[in-house]
């Protein structure tokens, strides 16, 4: 291994300030808002397994947006969105969740590498899609970003308490008469939403990591909702700001470093938990 891919850059200040990174930033803080938020939800709704599932169902959307010369996240985005709307509708209970995430999962999973197989293009784009560039991220995917933030906070401040009650306790909240099944497809929707922002970022294997480790870091830390979602999205956005200093400083794929400093906060934060239980 060539020892000079990790040396230091001494010119990593002047990296730091070009477009490319500017964008790479703003970009990181809109995803630490949706992520850190919808985090402490998926947990909440023990729907980590389908919050995984739908960065992958997206996959053959991607590379079947390549294959036809769409945009990649077009196609991301409409087969995740299929995807949720699935599992929302087919899972109504958490057990029911897993069977029908698991189904949707295997058939998404077997047609993106069909169609990646179908095209050398798509094959090529393999690499960003499953680990994303953060760093090639445009002005226009940063305004999307934006507008998806927006849209985001105000459907969760219509549907915060119904949502929050049928995550805590999906039998009560059903008795008292909330909508469980609506909400359960609004909830997997959003998360569609998420994903797709996210995705082209930190790609489909490593979304996971951006989701739920913070949120479960924050449950550790946080005892109340609302401060939970705070200190999710605040490990969030100091997961990828942190990850985007140091791969300028060393350079080094920016989403390894930003799962690695993601994964570091949870196991400090259990550590201290075990002990104080001692």
């Given at each position: 291994?060539?020892?000079?891919?990790?040396?230091?850059?001494?010119?990593?200040?002047?990296?730091?300030?070009?477009?490319?990174?500017?964008?790479?930033?703003?970009?990181?803080?809109?995803?630490?808002?949706?992520?850190?938020?919808?985090?402490?939800?998926?947990?909440?709704?023990?729907?980590?397994?389908?919050?995984?599932?739908?960065?992958?169902?997206?996959?053959p959307g991607a590379t079947g947006?390549?294959?036809?010369?769409?945009?990649?996240?077009?196609?991301?985005?409409?087969?995740?969105?299929?995807?949720?709307?699935?599992?929302?509708?087919?899972?109504?209970?958490?057990?029911?969740?897993?069977?029908?995430?698991?189904?949707?999962?295997?058939?998404?999973?077997?047609?993106?590498?069909?169609?990646?197989?179908?095209?050398?293009?798509?094959?090529?784009?393999?690499?960003?899609?499953?680990?994303?560039?953060?760093?090639?991220?445009?002005?226009?995917?940063?305004?999307?970003?934006?507008?998806?933030?927006?849209?985001?906070?105000?459907v969760l401040a219509v549907i915060?308490?119904?949502?929050?009650?049928?995550?805590?306790?999906?039998?009560?909240?059903?008795?008292?008469?909330?909508?469980?099944?609506?909400?359960?497809?609004?909830?997997?929707?959003?998360?569609?939403?998420?994903?797709t922002i996210a995705v082209p970022?930190?790609?489909?294997?490593?979304?996971?990591?951006?989701?739920?480790?913070?949120?479960?870091?924050?449950?550790?830390?946080?005892?109340?909702?609302?401060?939970?979602?705070?200190?999710?999205?605040?490990?969030?956005?100091?997961?990828?700001?942190?990850?985007?200093?140091?791969?300028?400083?060393?350079?080094?794929?920016?989403?390894?470093?930003?799962?690695?400093?993601?994964?570091?906060?949870?196991?400090?934060?259990?550590?201290?938990?075990?002990?104080?239980?001692?």
């Open positions: 291994m060539d020892g000079a891919v990790f040396a230091f850059d001494p010119d990593w200040v002047s990296t730091l300030n070009a477009p490319f990174m500017t964008n790479a930033f703003l970009a990181g803080l809109c995803i630490a808002l949706a992520a850190g938020v919808m985090g402490y939800f998926t947990i909440a709704r023990h729907s980590t397994f389908a919050a995984h599932a739908l960065a992958h169902i997206g996959l947006a390549v294959l036809l010369g769409l945009p990649v996240s077009a196609g991301l985005g409409v087969f995740a969105l299929g995807g949720a709307l699935v599992i929302g509708a087919l899972g109504k209970k958490a057990s029911q969740r897993e069977i029908a995430t698991g189904t949707v999962l295997a058939f998404a999973t077997g047609l993106g590498l069909f169609f990646a197989r179908m095209s050398s293009s798509a094959s090529q784009q393999m690499q960003s899609i499953l680990f994303g560039s953060i760093l090639t991220i445009t002005d226009g995917q940063i305004i999307g970003f934006a507008i998806f933030d927006v849209l985001l906070l105000a915060y308490r119904p949502l929050l009650f049928s995550s805590l306790d999906e039998q009560v909240a059903q008795a008292k008469g909330v909508p469980v099944g609506f909400m359960n497809i609004c909830f997997m929707t959003i998360m569609a939403g998420v994903i970022a930190v790609g489909t294997l490593l979304i996971f990591a951006l989701v739920i480790t913070p949120a479960a870091t924050a449950n550790i830390i946080a005892r109340s909702p609302f401060k939970a979602m705070v200190v999710a999205t605040v490990i969030c956005l100091i997961s990828i700001w942190g990850g985007l200093v140091i791969s300028a400083m060393f350079p080094a794929p920016p989403s390894f470093i930003i799962v690695t400093i993601s994964t570091l906060f949870w196991a400090v934060a259990k550590a201290i938990e075990s002990f104080k239980r001692k």
